[in-house]
């Protein structure tokens, strides 16, 4: 398991600008443990403290590191459809769950729907370069789903 992860690759997206990701080690690492983490799950929904110390090290995997991969998936493999990310605290960027940044926050307007909820109209730029329109649901913090605007 990975003590702390550094972004020790880098790839330039379609803007021309270089993003600092995890390196293909460390992701074909981090891939492999979720997947030995997935199977000793074995479809339960929760374990115990005694089960959790029994895994594996080869089995752990740490939100960072999850985190840390989906960001570096969102550059190399970029969605083509819905994708759920998460407001940042501050509004001014998606995350992943852990925090690590997706994109930047280019327009946003906050509004009440007719169910009572508050909801955030997004335009996001991706790190990897593309254009991104989606809802936010209930505000900072929350999360959002977003998907790219079509003919990039």
């Not at 880098?10 to 803007?15: D, E, M």
């Amino acid at each position: 398991m990975t003590d702390t992860l550094t972004r020790n690759a880098s790839r330039t997206n379609c803007l021309g600008q270089r993003i600092d990701i995890i390196s293909d080690d460390d992701a074909s690492d981090i891939a492999a443990r979720s997947e030995r983490n997935r199977f000793y799950w074995a479809g339960r929904t929760c374990l115990t403290a005694e089960q959790v110390a029994a895994m594996p090290d080869n089995a752990r995997v740490t939100n960072d590191e999850r985190g840390e991969l989906e960001r570096r998936e969102f550059l190399l493999h970029p969605p083509t459809g819905q994708y759920v990310c998460y407001l940042s605290d501050d509004g001014q960027h998606v995350t992943t769950w852990p925090g690590q940044i997706l994109g930047t926050v280019t327009y946003r307007h906050s509004y009440r729907s007719n169910m009572g909820d508050t909801r955030v109209t997004l335009n996001v730029t991706g790190i990897d370069g593309r254009k991104y329109h989606g809802i936010g649901y209930g505000g900072n913090g929350m999360y959002a789903r977003i998907q790219p605007y079509k003919n990039q």
